[in-house]
């Protein structure tokens, strides 16, 4: 059974920081990239960070960093800075391509964790 479990969200001061996990299991996790997602009431999910299976890596905020463990079957992302804004639903997605033209063979979704940013 194929498993994206985010954890770690939760409520945090404007300014604080914040680290989510995503725990995989069900498939070959180092063979895939994974990604963080985010949406906020009203507003369409959207990409924030991503990671290959060759630990590339971009991230659409500069206070948000993604990272991988692959020991652990685990992805990360490292919150800092955190803002009003940031609050939204954040999700794990997990990736597999294959050929030139990166075809997707496989895709899952995490079921998300809240982020609340308030005082």
């Known amino acids: 059974q194929v498993r994206l479990v985010e954890s770690g969200g939760g409520l945090v001061q404007p300014g604080g920081s914040l680290r989510l996990s995503c725990a995989a299991s069900?498939?070959?996790?180092?063979?895939?990239?994974m990604s963080w997602y985010r949406q906020a009431p009203g507003k369409e999910r959207e990409l924030v960070a991503a990671i290959t299976s060759g630990d590339g890596s971009t991230n659409y905020r500069d206070r948000f960093t993604i990272s991988r463990d692959n020991a652990k079957n685990t992805v990360y992302l490292q919150m800092n800075s955190l803002k009003p804004e940031d609050t939204a639903v954040y999700y794990c997605k997990a990736r597999k391509i294959r050929g030139v033209f990166g075809t997707v063979v496989a895709e899952y979704w995490g079921q998300g964790t809240q982020v609340t940013v308030s005082s």
């Open positions: 069900g498939f070959t996790f180092s063979g895939y990239t």
